[in-house]
């Protein structure tokens, strides 16, 4: 297990991107306007990033759930991603970011996959900082996938009471990944919503009712400015 000290250095944040339906029916905006602008603030936070020695950025953008919702809206969904990587690509790689994906996106369409492989291929080895973007991701089906490749591997041989929880780490998406030190979710709910359920165990949360569009460099502040508030013991005294 590797060995955890109790550390204010913000390495990794993870985010719940929530609130951006609400944010367009505030405005009388169709939801999808609301999306588009959460790409806009997704932006600014990227930007952020690297001043503040945050060198790992996990998004949820879409969950296992999400499908669950107009097939509308779950077009404009892909239609922004699609948008996104057109976009920002070629900024986003000069400006030494890693783009990786923690989720199964075989249900996406051929040429938006293809794109997003292109994106990880090219941008693999950029250093700057890493930003993660749960897509089609679930946690619990995550974990799901690391028991079975672990029970695949015990049928090949190998015995199971050598395991330990590095082990488990090592078949989910993150793998290699330091885990979040600060889970921030906006939109005003409380709850974790099947986001990184394994990486969180000992991560901060802040939650704020703040609409994820309207989250800026104001916002991110408070929010490291309260994880430096506190007192990270990992189980210890
Ligand atoms: C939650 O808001 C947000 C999502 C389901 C998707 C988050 C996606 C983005 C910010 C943009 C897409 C990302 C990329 C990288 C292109 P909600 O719709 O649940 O808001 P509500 O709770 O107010 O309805």
């Known amino acids: 297990m590797m060995k955890k000290t109790a550390s204010k ?59 669950k919702r107009p097939q509308t809206e779950v077009q404009a969904l892909m239609a922004l991603l699609n948008e996104f990587i057109d976009k920002e690509l070629t900024l986003l790689h000069q400006n030494g970011v890693c783009i990786r ?69 090592a078949e989910l998406f993150t793998k290699g990944m330091p885990e979040p030190d600060l889970l921030i979710r906006t939109g005003g709910d409380l709850r974790v919503s099947n986001f990184l359920l394994w990486q969180i165990a000992y991560t901060e949360l802040w939650c704020t009712d703040i609409f994820w569009p309207d989250f800026g460099e104001e916002e991110l502040m408070a929010a490291l400015a309260a994880f430096k508030g506190r007192q990270r013991r990992f189980g210890g005294v």
């Open 9 to 67: 250095k913000l390495t990794h944040l993870a985010i719940i991107m929530d609130g951006n339906g609400r944010w367009a029916q505030k405005r009388g905006l169709p939801r999808a306007m609301g999306h588009r602008a959460g790409v806009e603030a997704l932006r600014r936070i990227v930007e952020l990033c690297p001043g503040n020695q945050i060198e790992y950025l996990t998004v949820y953008a879409f969950s296992t759930e999400n499908w």
């Open 101 to 169: 994906v923690l989720g199964d996106i075989e249900p996406l369409a051929p040429s938006l996959r293809k794109k997003i492989d292109h994106a990880m291929a090219i941008t693999a080895q950029n250093k700057k900082l890493v930003l993660s973007l749960a897509l089609n991701y679930g946690g619990r089906r995550e974990l799901l996938q690391a028991a079975k490749a672990l029970a695949y591997r015990a049928l090949k041989g190998e015995n199971p009471e050598n395991w330990q929880e590095d082990d488990l780490a």
